[in-house]
């Protein structure tokens, strides 16, 4: 099999599954224990926290454990909305491609009385930084902006961002999911006051992420409960997956220069393949990506199809997000940088990471060529492009 979807989910490393095994057996009481047993995982997870605000530049008091990337989106955006209310502020402005987890947050918003400002995207997948600036109001409690986007791998220019926020002294998050342990993350040369991570993107487990939220960031808890996480967040900590998760962004962080050397050669190379096949599109800038990811469209091909076959062909790859595959709707991403329903339809995301070879790649290649022209023969669209009867939409 080649995995080429590393952006729906990583394999877990070795050092990973070693942290988690061994906190399951050895350190399994509960970290709000008085007794000494128990306060062995409470270190445990101290020494978790310090390391993740390590790798991101933050203070370890300012790390909250969640259940994923999902829920730290959830409860940085709903805080700072609360805050905002308060003062009467309704106003959030965040953009037309956020993964879901932070648009049907938005969408909730609007149903309580929110005003919410999406701006649009550029062809290329990068949002303007004067787009935000004209954009921000008096009454505006938030900006929530993604680091990189988790379908055609765009990276925002965040810092310029964060730096117009902190001058307006309004609230600014990022769901930094697809970022976290593969490109330079500093909340503070970025200027970043709520950031989101997920473990499962960077080789650690499913179900556990972190909301980085600064000192004077006004968190608010959706989960009831005990004292955990300074109040924030109740539930017993998931001290294993805490521990993997450390471990996994400890890892990535450490060896982020060289896998992304390595990462990115091997993408050019799959980009530059994938390019010859006629009638096709790279999805996003060709510089400001991320290291893994590609995104095409190919005229004339149904997604599902092409995602089926290179399964047949051993090859795990996605057409847009794992969260809109099983529906008929052509990405969200692909329609706000602007493609048409059409082309949005044929989409191929492959994101690769470390551990696949130039020979993975080239196997890639061949395939998507071979099935791209086998089902556009089986088309009668494709038919009628050829004899000229349709016009084609992209070039050839
Ligand atoms: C995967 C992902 C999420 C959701 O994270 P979970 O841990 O799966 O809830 C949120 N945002 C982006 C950009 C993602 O890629």
Redesign the pocket.
Known sequence: MIYADN??TTQMSRAAIDAMVFHMENIWGNPSSLYEFGQKAQEAITSARAKIAACINAAPAEIYFT?????A?NQAIISAAKAGAKKNKRHIISTAFE?H??LHTLEKLKREGFEVELLDVHENGVIDVAQVENSIRSDTCLVTI?F???EIGTVQPIAEIGEICRAEKIPFHT?A??AAGHLPLDVQKQNIDAL?I????FHGP??V?VLYARKNFPLVNLIEGGAQEKGKRGGTENVPAIMAMAAALSESCANMTANNKKILRLRNKLIDGLNKIPYSILNGDAEKRLPGNVNFCFEGIEGESLLLLLDDRGICASSG?ACTSGSLDPSHVLLAIGRPHEIAHGSLRLSIDENISDNDVEKIISAVSEVVEYLRNMSPLWKDKISGKKNFVLKG
Do not use: C, L, Y
């Open positions: 952006a729906a259940s994923g990337g999902s829920e989106d993964h987890a932070v993604m990189a986007n988790n769901d999911v697809q989101s997920s473990a499962h993107k499913k179900g992420g997000s």
